[in-house]
T-cell receptor, first 114, second 117 residues
Framework: EAGVAQSPRYKIIEKRQSVAFWCNPI?????LYWYQQILGQGPKLLIQ????????DSQLPKDRFSAERLKGVDSTLKIQPAKLEDSAVYLC????????????FGPGTRLLVL | GESVGLHLPTLSVQEGDNSIINCAYS??????FIWYKQESGKGPQFIID?????DKRQGQRVTVLLNKTVKHLSLQIAATQPGDSAVYFC????????????????FGQGTILTVHP
């Protein structure tokens, strides 16, 4: 079974630029998550989708971050404009039906904002 | 607010020794706890989980202990191997509100485990 796929793996941008990350969850998984992991910390949930609906985006900085999962499969996370403090690893995870099941993580996208 | 923390940020052991990684949590309403292993450059990998109605659960070379009285969680790794070197995170899941199935996962800071050959 293929795992969660993410791209790109690395991205370096200057502050105030825009960036987008892509995630393809495990086939058949209804729930998709985006986490932000700052160096030395545990992952922090940004947004959770169930199919193509948002379950929780309470910790998403909506003035600059946006995410979508239009067809209930792939998802994109965008930052516009980026700030220095956005430098982090952005992890995508998926679970079969709900958040009461095991979450499987992708390798992450490492973002450096200069 | 809710928090999940670790007592020791780093742990160094010799190959073959047993390792114990500890975690304290503060949300008494959490009903489910998970340990993840994260190797450099990779996403967190599920190791073992335990529900709040259990005190102990064993897997292959790993055991998780839950002490709800003192809100403490531990991961024991038997016969630690160099391949076990990684950052270990505990995470707790809060119960869903309003009878829904949603429960948010909150991660602790992590413990760096280094295994010396």
């Amino acid at each position: 079974e293929a795992g969660v796929a993410q791209s790109p793996r690395y991205k370096i941008i200057e502050k105030r630029q825009s960036v987008a990350f892509w995630c393809n969850p495990i086939s058949g998984h209804a729930t998709l998550y985006w986490y932000q992991q700052i160096l030395g910390q545990g992952p922090k949930l940004l947004i959770q989708f169930q199919n193509n609906g948002v379950v929780d985006d309470s910790q998403l900085p909506k003035d600059r971050f946006s995410a979508e999962r239009l067809k209930g499969v792939d998802s994109t996370l965008k930052i516009q404009p980026a700030k220095l403090e956005d430098s982090a690893v952005y992890l995508c995870a998926s679970s079969l039906r709900t958040s009461r099941e095991t979450q499987y993580f992708g390798p992450g996208t490492r973002l450096l904002v200069l | 607010g809710e928090s999940v923390g670790l007592h020791l940020p780093t742990l160094s052991v010799q190959e073959g020794d047993n390792s114990i990684i500890n975690c304290a949590y503060s949300n008494s309403a959490s009903d489910y706890f998970i340990w993840y292993k994260q190797e450099s450059g990779k996403g967190p990998q599920f190791i073992i989980d335990i529900r709040s109605n259990m005190d102990k659960r064993q897997g292959q070379r790993v055991t998780v202990l839950l002490n709800k009285t003192v809100k403490h969680l531990s991961l024991q790794i038997a016969a630690t191997q160099p391949g076990d070197s990684a950052v270990y995170f505990c995470a707790e899941r809060s119960q869903g509100a309003g009878g829904t199935s949603y429960g948010k996962l909150t991660f602790g800071q992590g413990t760096i485990l280094t295994v010396h050959p």
